[in-house]
């Protein structure tokens, strides 16, 4: 992360990071350096765009209208802010559609008038584009044709001198659009491709043009979407595989002996997919050597520990022997993330594996959906090897239920094909397994709650509480466990999409809830948070309920008090293993690291709403 006191750095981190397509990470490096310059136009801008390639629209064009009033009438914001009138009319009513396309022409226009006054053929040719394209959108052909072609007559006067990667790929998308829109698909299909070449690196630039692509080729006459086909997407690639085995298995599974031939099977595998991006854990073998393949080929790798880092160098790449540690801390090192799961190792558990799995895959599947690409799988394992909970071979079929095309490499196949030295002395057994298991967990607490006096209590407890006993009654979200405590309600679900989907049910059954006939003050609201994780499932010695518990339930608790009232907030856990399971009904918005109650450090944090 830049530091703070160098808003130009952190600039250029966030501009970098949404080119790769990692609007999260572009809005935390804005974020962290506007708590020092709250002012700095470029980063209110740069967090703005993060917010609007991340799916929140409405967040982002609340930034930008706020720019606008304080007299920034720029190009750049002007067409930001268009752009996310834009976004807003593609999930809106029929009426609302109209109203936010018309907006984004006319902020659009306005932007391209001044580009072009000024003579900043950057800009004009950005503005002006995406003028004809919201008026190809809003029906308007003619209009759109019309400054189609002028901005292709603008955009064949060449590249500036001294253009930069950046402004030559967006003239050659701009060059390609123009003559989408103008019916002209074999120029755009050369265009396209010209730009496509340019993108290397550039994958959220890559998704942005193609999203816009299909957009118009959905109201455009005889538009051949074959004529974008270059701006196909590659792949994010979600990993998993054995570890090399321990000295003295006494039935290999993946001997040493075996690495070259492993290593050369998923070299062929990776080298087909050409991934633009990499999530999975970092054990001795397969994984290290998808970790990497990957870097090698000039992909992102993106590591997901189930546990701190030098715990698990001692569970799970030490006892391998020879270079695996080293080559261990250097993944990490190399690495564009690393995504710590959980603080502590449940010993004897697979429950804290199994989390690990599902955040890899939710986090797969999140990036994939930001940069408009197709997520894949690989494994390298031995499908006739007995496999246990939270190992490869789970994590294959969670892959398969979710219907996440997976490329294998059959170790067993391998094994079959070479000689294996003998084996050494096997390590002790571990421990006896205690009981963690995943859940989801919600926490809310009443707004106002202490504020009440004593005869406004029963109203709080028989017309509030009372309306939550009616709506778990009735609800098909089930849970599993429920408390209540003066102020505040825990409830533990199996599922976190169905956790995400109660929350809101219960955030839309207080905004409608009538107050005033509980004598309740108007103000009165919840703050819902959402977060999962494995949790340790017992039985209350002292009341003889059952109990979850556990630093997980501890996280959870502490995003409730910063979450604002009337509002769902989640952890990004909780986003991706929802994500990992599908999600249907939930919108997840990123909100950015914020700081926990009771100095707990910062978390990633996302705000849950209904689907579109």
């Not at 009981?435 to 919600?442: D, G, I, K, N, P």
């Not at 009538?514 to 609201?525: H, I, N, T, V, Y």
């Amino acid at each position: 992360m830049p530091e703070p006191a160098n808003p130009q750095s952190a600039v250029e981190a966030a501009e970098r990071m949404l080119h790769r397509g990692e609007p999260l990470l572009a809005f935390n490096a804005a974020q962290e350096t506007l708590r020092a310059f709250p002012g700095h136009l470029r980063l209110r801008q740069l967090q703005a765009l993060a917010l609007a390639r991340s799916g929140d629209a409405a967040r982002a064009g609340a930034l930008l209208q706020a720019l606008v009033d304080e007299g920034h009438g720029d190009a750049e914001t002007l067409g930001m802010l268009a752009r996310t009138h834009k976004d807003l009319a593609q999930a809106a009513e029929a009426g609302q559609r109209s109203r936010h396309l018309e907006a984004a022409m006319r902020l659009y226009e306005r932007a391209w008038r001044d580009a072009v006054g000024r003579g900043a053929s950057d800009d004009a040719l950005y503005a002006g584009i995406n003028a004809a394209a919201a008026a190809a959108l809003s029906g308007d052909l003619a209009r759109a044709k019309a400054i189609a072609a002028e901005v292709r007559d603008l955009g064949r006067r060449g590249d500036a001198p001294g253009a930069d990667a950046s402004a030559r790929y967006w003239r050659e998308a701009t060059l390609g659009e123009a003559a989408f829109i103008l019916g002209e698909n074999a120029a755009a299909a050369a265009h396209y491709a010209a730009a496509a070449k340019l993108a290397e690196g550039r994958a959220g630039d890559l998704g942005s043009t193609r999203r816009q692509a299909r957009l118009l080729a959905a109201c455009l006459p005889g538009a051949d979407p074959s004529a974008y086909s270059a701006l196909a997407a590659a792949p994010v690639l979600v990993f998993t595989g054995h570890m090399v085995d321990a000295p003295g298995r006494p039935n290999p599974r993946f001997p040493a002996a075996l690495e070259p031939a492993v290593r050369e099977a998923l070299r062929s595998r990776i080298a087909a997919i050409r991934p633009v991006a990499a999530y999975g854990s970092a054990a001795c073998g397969a994984d290290l050597l998808c970790l990497e393949l990957v870097r090698e080929m000039g992909g992102e790798t993106h590591v997901v520990l189930p546990f701190p880092a030098r715990e698990f160098r001692d569970a799970s790449v030490d006892f391998a022997g020879g270079d695996w540690g080293e080559r261990f801390e250097r993944s990490l090192a190399a690495a564009d993330s690393v995504t710590v799961t959980s603080d502590h190792r449940a010993s004897g558990s697979t429950a804290t594996y199994e989390y690990s799995n599902l955040v890899v895959t939710g986090m797969g599947r999140l990036r994939a959906r930001l940069l408009d690409a197709p997520l894949r799988g690989l494994a390298a394992w031995d499908p006739a090897a007995a496999g246990a909970a939270g190992g490869a071979a789970s994590l294959v079929s969670l892959w398969e239920a979710r219907g996440i095309a997976t490329d294998r490499v059959d170790i067993g196949e391998l094994r079959g094909t070479k000689s294996v030295p003998p084996a050494t002395p096997a390590p002790a057994a571990p421990a006896p397994a205690v009981r963690h298991e995943m859940r989801a967990m919600l926490f809310a607490d009443a707004v106002g709650y202490s504020q009440l006096a004593e005869d406004q209590i029963p109203g709080y407890i028989t017309g509030f509480l009372g309306t939550v006993a009616q709506l778990n009654a009735r609800t098909a979200h089930r849970f599993e466990h429920v408390e209540t405590a003066g102020d505040g309600l825990y409830m533990v679900f199996r599922d976190a999409a169905d956790a995400g989907r109660y929350a809101l049910e219960l955030n839309a059954m207080v905004a409608a809830f009538d107050r005033k006939a509980c004598g309740l003050p108007p103000e009165f609201s919840l703050r819902i948070a959402l977060h999962c994780g494995p949790v340790h499932c017992a039985r209350d010695p002292i009341t003889g309920l059952p109990i979850y518990t556990g630093p997980h339930t501890s996280r959870a608790a502490r995003i409730e008090p910063i979450t604002p009232p009337g509002q769902v907030y989640a952890s990004s856990a909780f986003a991706a293993v929802a994500a990992a399971g599908g999600a249907d009904g939930l919108q997840m918005n990123y909100v950015g690291r914020i700081p926990l109650a009771k100095g707990y450090g910062t978390l990633g944090l996302y705000h849950v709403l209904p689907a579109h």
